[in-house]
């Protein structure tokens, strides 16, 4: 059945682009007068992207790089950064872009690793790194900064800072990108992975991207009618690839919006039919939330909207199901690792939904190590990055006999789908970003008083799984003193939810920690926490609910409503609240009691009556 | 013999169509426009009284803040009050649609009905932490909102403002809304109106008056009440649909329900929902006892529609029947006794509720005779 969808897609040799197509692309859209993108802060239209492109093409002529020189970006401008980043790859140099929150000794041993040629560092970046200023540089900013006495003063310390980005641009000479890339030189490099000792970055030739983009083109229907939404990190694969470079590609729109927070939620998705928006994507955990939270089954219903994605986490099966029976839409999971550019395997909307599957290959070629129907997943395709870069001994692990390993583990259907039932790599997957535990370890480690560290993911419903430490120490400290040194050090997200401190560590034979029993001792550990202190516990309050409406425990979550529960109609609410105020000794105020609409309005109640019993 | 709803309908399409010609930041305000004058137009009071009403919830959430009860509890007596006093000039809340155009007296508070409960929903809303203060044009927004002014239903703010920033012109959508006001109006003139009012009722003797003879005359109204009523709703929904927003539904297959409780959260849904979260829910909370919660909810229920002893005494049946179907469910789980799963069973619950609903009016006039 897969086979013969694929087998009815167009040849892939088919308008397919490459960078000097890229950017005639970009020019028709300008004399057509699109629009490439709409950012929180306003619309830039293809014109002025045109306009900017060149003039920063002139002013990279100006620092005297060389071919497939590394361009180091790290700017929380998204604006400029897409504009530096397009520049530089179509100019034939090889753009690293950084996320904001990078930490600044990754960064710096990244400028290290990859020799950057240049670097364009927001102002409050810059001025915080020494070893910014043996390096050439150009400060990224708006015009006119509104600087303190003590910036002004400051500011004559880096005097190799060339000027100031975008400001330089006025007398720059707007040129044409040269376009004269081969394919096999790097479009890009992709810090993702790879601890600050050891940086992995990601390998991506321009034969990977184009035919990469190709694929998606024919397999989405993205044209310059179009409307992209995705407001995932321009750090990441998926934000990168599948937001500006394929907006780009299609000629189409992008739209980004700020990212996604529990308050805002709702109100984002409302306006995928403002914007009349055709693709969507994003992570299971967003998925997850607009499960749990909202109730319109309308946000996808315009007839234009054509694709939701999900991407870069497992995309739970159950919620997969509802989602689509709620709006009527397919939701399409993509699989694919940094490694792969972005994809390789995909769910489309006429797949069946089985447990755990996330698609067939389609342009990549799979196979299970081994050759049974159970192990390591193994590609093989023209998305497939050469290695990583100037790291021989990781390079030689990525493949075996010309195929990359994927390390998840996978089980291959009889009709070319693949199921990911485990994992190979150490890795903690939470809210689709990936965490390498090795990374938070190194920091942790860092710290003068920690011997060892060892860090696993722990199961969540909405995160997929949250990072936590395990340390030996040599004196006694605070969670909450390494927890401050981990917010120094690393990016927020990557931060371990909880740090625990141990005597010992299980280990094997060989003395290393190991990972599943430290994990089972994580378990043991947080759930002792939960059953001595008296604090008021998710837990207990959906056991009491579940004893009230005579259900399972295991069916109920704070999510849980009156809507989706059997058992709790408005008689047996009074009777739960009564439990749950004799359980926990306090009293609910009857204005709390009206508005309950879930276990969590019933949570937070009871632990504002607390709050109130204290004081 | 244009009536009320069919202006009503002309008016609104012809919003709904020319809200697209202006700039985006001012079709709400276009639209909320157009309605107003439009109950202003026939109804002055009504509108003069919305307005006051509105501007006086306005007042209270961007007043100085406090948990305390009183200034709700006041907002909410004063609206229920004028809603009361208003029945002196308003007989029925559906009468002005049912009314031939014209007929003042009917139609001077039209609307009422529906925007004191909608009132008393943000009041109690804002005073529980369900809602944030919200600006006098969002609220005008809300109120003045033409397709559901005269019939309902009584949408909730939250739903209805997280979609005033998406309303964009959508022609499936336009067409979609246009049909459902066809079948509203098929469903309440063709069939509730001709077929059931007028001929079949014809069939009734003419002195059905035994207690069998009211209990037939009951069974009449609710059926003909269900197919206008649920009619009307439609026709508000489509008009909404058309002006690009999406309302709460009013029925759900009330035939399906498996008990009376069920039954009440299935027809007149934003009505039986409104009572169940600013009477039942506000009683239970107060005296932690359901009986008297399930009263009050359907007392008031009653009194809605007419505030007459007859009335009051149809919740208290209402409410009654609905203990009755709790305990009796309770002690049938407790013997073990389940009624399967199969449309035949569920004839027989529906059998059940209906009989129940339909006994009322015979029970009522029967016990009470000339007094009500």
């Known amino acids: 059945m897969f086979e013969s969808i694929v087998e009815t897609l167009p040849g892939t040799n088919e308008a397919e682009k490459d960078a000097a197509g890229f950017y005639a692309g970009i020019q028709a859209a300008a004399r057509a007068g699109s629009v490439f993108a709409i950012f929180e802060d306003g619309r830039m239209a293809y014109a002025e992207l045109d306009d900017q492109l060149r003039r920063t093409v002139g002013f990279l002529r100006t620092l005297g790089l060389a071919r497939q020189d590394r361009i180091l970006i790290q700017t929380q401008y998204e604006r400029h950064a897409i504009v530096l980043f397009v520049a530089a790859f179509l100019e034939g140099l090889v753009p690293v872009l950084l996320s904001p929150d990078t930490p600044d000794d990754r960064v710096s041993s990244i400028a290290r690793h990859i020799e950057a040629g240049h670097a364009f560092i927001d102002r409050h970046l810059f001025l915080e790194r020494a070893w910014l200023r043996e390096r050439p540089a150009t400060i990224v900013g708006d015009e006119a900064p509104r600087s303190t006495l003590l910036e002004r003063l400051r500011r004559h310390v880096p005097g190799n800072a060339q000027s100031l980005y975008p400001g330089c641009l006025a007398a720059s000479e707007a040129l044409a990108p040269s376009c004269c890339s081969a394919e096999d030189d790097l479009a890009y490099i992709l810090f993702t992975s790879g601890t600050t000792a050891d940086p992995k970055g990601v390998m991506i030739t321009h034969g990977n991207m184009f035919s990469h983009l190709a694929t998606f083109r024919r397999l989405f229907g993205y044209d310059r009618h179009s409307v992209l939404f995705n407001n995932m990190a321009l750090g990441h694969a998926d934000g990168l690839f599948q937001g500006p470079i394929l907006a780009l590609y299609s000629e189409c729109l992008l739209y980004r919006p700020q990212p996604f927070e529990m308050r805002n939620i709702e109100k984002m998705f409302a306006r995928v039919r403002e914007h009349g928006v055709t693709h969507l994507v994003t992570v299971p955990t967003i998925l997850a939330l607009l499960d749990a939270y909202t109730d319109s089954p309308d946000y996808f219903s315009a007839p234009e909207f054509r694709y939701l994605f999900s991407v870069s986490a497992k995309l739970d099966v159950g919620l997969w199901q509802r989602l689509e029976a709620r709006f009527g839409k397919p939701i399409v999971n993509i699989y694919g690792l940094t490694e792969t550019v972005t994809g390789g395997l995909y769910a489309l909307p006429e797949h069946e939904r089985r447990s755990g599957a996330v698609g067939i290959p389609v342009d990549m070629e799979a196979r299970i190590d081994g050759g049974g129907d159970s192990g390591e997943l193994m590609l093989r395709g023209s998305a497939v990055t050469p290695g990583y870069f100037r790291n021989g001994p990781a390079t030689d692990a990525l493949f075996v006999d010309g195929w990359m390993r994927t390390g998840d583990l996978a089980h291959a259907y009889a009709d070319g789908a693949y199921a990911i039932i485990g994992r190979l790599r150490a890795l903690i997957m939470c809210g689709g970003f990936n965490i390498h535990p090795e990374e938070i370890n190194e920091v942790l480690m860092r710290h003068p008083l920690v011997v060892e560290a060892v860090s696993v993911g722990i199961e969540d419903p909405t995160w997929g799984e949250l990072p936590v430490s395990v340390v030996l120490v040599s004196e006694p400290i605070s969670e909450s003193d390494l927890a401050t040194h981990c917010r120094q050090h690393l990016e927020e997200r990557k931060c371990p939810k909880r740090i625990l401190v141990e005597e010992t560590l299980p280990r094997g034979d060989a003395g290393k920690p190991q990972l599943s029993r430290v994990a089972a001792l994580v378990r043991t550990r947080l759930n002792e926490n939960r059953a001595s202190s008296s604090a008021v516990d998710a837990e207990k309050i959906v056991a009491l609910a579940a004893t009230v409406f005579k259900v399972s425990p295991e069916t109920l979550s704070l999510e849980t409503t009156p809507e989706n529960t059997k058992g709790w109609d408005s008689f047996s609410h009074i009777t739960l609240v009564a439990t749950a105020e004799e359980a926990f000794g306090v009293k609910i105020e009857a204005r709390k009691i009206i508005a309950m609409s879930s276990l969590r309005d019933l949570f937070d109640a009871v632990v504002a009556a607390r709050a109130l019993v204290r004081s | ?372």
């Not at chain 2, 703010?157 to 098929?186: C, K, N, S, T, Y």
């Not at chain 2, 003419?206 to 009307?232: K, M, N």
């Not at chain 2, 008009?239 to 069920?262: C, H, Q």
């Open chain 2, 1 to 372: 013999m244009a009536n009320l709803a069919l202006i009503l309908i002309g008016w609104m399409t012809a919003a709904s169509l020319s809200m697209w010609l202006l700039p985006e930041r001012f079709r709400n305000d276009y639209f909320a426009a157009v309605s107003a004058i439009f109950l202003f137009y026939i109804a002055p009071a009504s509108a003069l009284w919305l307005l006051l009403g509105t501007l006086l919830v306005y007042a209270y959430m961007h007043g100085p803040v406090s948990h305390a009860v009183g200034r709700p509890l006041l907002l909410v007596a004063l609206f229920a009050l004028a809603f009361l006093a208003g029945r002196e000039v308003t007989s029925s809340p559906d009468a002005a649609l049912f009314a031939p155009w014209g007929e003042e007296r009917l139609i001077a508070l039209s609307g009422i009905a529906y925007y004191t409960c909608r009132q008393i929903h943000l009041v109690l809303d804002f005073w529980t932490g369900r809602l944030p203060p919200i600006a006098l044009r969002t609220l005008l927004h809300y109120q003045f909102f033409g397709p559901t002014l005269f019939v309902g239903p009584i949408h909730r703010f939250q739903p209805f403002a997280a979609q005033l920033p998406q309303r964009r012109f959508d022609a499936e959508r336009l067409f979609q809304g246009g049909e459902r006001v066809l079948i509203g109006l098929v469903f309440a003139v063709v069939i509730g109106g001709y077929a059931f009012d007028y001929r079949l009722r014809a069939l009734l003797p003419e002195s059905a008056t035994g207690f069998f003879g009211l209990w037939l005359v009951s069974a009449l109204d609710w059926i003909i009440l269900y197919f206008r009523f649920a009619g009307y709703s439609s026709v508000a929904i489509g008009l909404a649909a058309m002006a690009g927003l999406r309302i709460e539904e009013n029925f759900n297959l009330p035939f399906l329900a498996r008990d009376l409780a069920d039954f009440w959260l299935r027809w007149h849904m934003t009505l039986s929902q409104w009572c169940r979260d600013y009477v039942f829910k506000p009683v239970l909370a107060l005296t932690r006892r359901p009986v008297p919660a399930v009263l009050a909810a359907l007392i008031v229920l009653g009194l809605w529609h007419e505030l007459s002893l007859y009335y009051f005494l149809w919740g208290i049946w209402q409410a009654l029947g609905i203990v009755l179907s709790r305990f009796a469910s309770r002690r049938l789980e407790a013997w073990g006794v389940i009624l399967p799963d199969n449309p035949g069973a569920q004839l027989l619950r529906f059998a059940c509720i209906f009989s129940w609903l339909t006994l009322a009016q015979p029970m009522i006039k029967t016990i009470f005779g000339g007094a009500v």
